[in-house]
C-alpha cells in the first residue's frame, strides 16, 4: 500500500491587500449578482472571468423550475467567454454571493461541476487560472484549479 498526501496551499487575502486587477474583477464579479436569476434559492452567484486581452466577462446563476436545468454563476461566466472569445485564454475568475444584499462573509467555493469545467478551461488554452473567492471577511485565491480539485480528470487520461 502506497500513501500520496496531497497538499492545497490557497491564499486569504484582505480586499485591501489584492492588486488593483484583481480588486476590479472581485468588483465585477459583486456587480453580476445583480444578473443572477434565483427565485428557487435566493442564493445569489456572481462571477467574473478576465481575459488574456484584459476583458471581463460575466455570470450569474441562472435557476430553472427543473432544479438541475439551472446553472451556476461560475459555468455561466466560462461558457459565456468560450463562445464570445474563443481565442482568448481566462486568465482569472472571481466570484461573489449574497443573501439578499448582504454578500457573504465567508468565501462560497464553485460546486464540483464547476471545478471540473475551470480544469477544462484550464486545460484548453494551457493557462491555469486565478481563482478569487470574495467574502466580506476575506478573498480566497488559489493559483489555478489544481488545489481545489487534487487527482482530477483530464482529457490526457482518455488517450
Ligand atoms: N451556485 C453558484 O452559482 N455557484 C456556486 O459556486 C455554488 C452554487 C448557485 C446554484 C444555485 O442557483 C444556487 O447557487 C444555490 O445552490
Not at 12 to 20: D, G, H, N, P, Q
Not at 39 to 45: A, D, G
Not at 49 to 74: F, K, M
Request: charged fraction near 25%; include cysteine.
Amino acid at each position: 500500500m502506497k500513501e500520496y498526501k496531497l497538499e492545497a496551499v490557497v491564499h486569504v487575502y484582505e480586499l485591501a491587500e489584492l492588486s488593483e486587477e484583481d480588486k476590479q474583477l472581485v468588483e465585477a464579479a459583486k456587480q453580476a449578482t445583480k444578473g443572477s436569476y434565483a427565485p428557487y434559492s435566493k442564493f445569489l452567484v456572481g462571477a467574473a472571468a478576465r481575459l488574456e486581452s484584459g476583458s471581463i466577462v460575466l455570470g450569474a446563476n441562472q435557476e430553472n423550475a427543473a432544479y438541475p436545468s439551472g446553472l451556476c454563476a461560475e459555468r455561466t461566466a466560462l461558457f459565456a467567454a468560450g463562445a464570445q472569445h474563443p481565442d482568448q485564454p481566462v486568465v482569472a475568475l472571481a466570484i461573489a454571493a449574497r443573501k439578499g444584499r448582504s454578500f457573504l462573509a465567508k468565501p462560497i467555493s464553485p460546486c464540483g461541476a464547476c471545478r471540473q469545467v475551470i480544469s477544462g478551461v484550464e486545460e484548453r488554452y494551457g493557462v491555469p487560472i486565478r481563482i478569487l473567492l470574495y467574502g466580506t471577511e476575506g478573498v480566497l485565491v488559489s493559483e489555478g484549479i489544481k488545489p481545489l480539485l487534487p487527482l482530477s480528470f483530464v482529457d490526457e487520461d482518455m488517450r
